[in-house]
């Protein structure tokens, strides 16, 4: 479930992981910045929920709470709280809840910029 027209209030400070809240046996998405040249946001997910994704472009992936799987082209690699990794563009992805878990994910279209 994505929370529509949320966009953040700009010039004020916000505590990472206060930004979205967890549902149970779900997956939240709360859209940060969504300009033309990429888009930032925040998800929560519920623990052994799924979320795939298949992107054009790259994607920076934060987690900020908790810990995910993150499956890359058949490679499985653990990301915690407080790192991160780049999902390269067109790959086949998807990320497992090992337990909820909280995440940025950031993707800039540099050089794509017509595209929405």
Known sequence: ME???????K???Y????VI??????????????KNSGNVKVTAIDSSKVLKEVSPFDSLIQIIEGKAEIVID???????AG??????AHSHNF????????????????GYEDVV
């Not at 505590?15 to 206060?18: C, E, G, L, W």
């Not at 058949?74 to 915690?80: C, G, R």
């Open 21 to 34: 809240d967890y549902l149970p046996d779900s997956i939240i998405t709360r859209t940060i910045l969504n």
């Open 95 to 110: 990320i497992r809840a090992t337990e909820r878990f909280k995440m940025f994910s950031t993707v800039i279209k540099s």
């Open 11 to 13: 010039c004020k400070v």
């Open 15 to 18: 505590i990472t992981a206060n």
């Open 83 to 88: 790192q991160f990794i780049i999902v390269p």
């Open 74 to 80: 058949e490679l499985s690699i653990l990301v915690e």
């Open 3 to 9: 929370i529509k027209g949320t966009e953040l209030e």
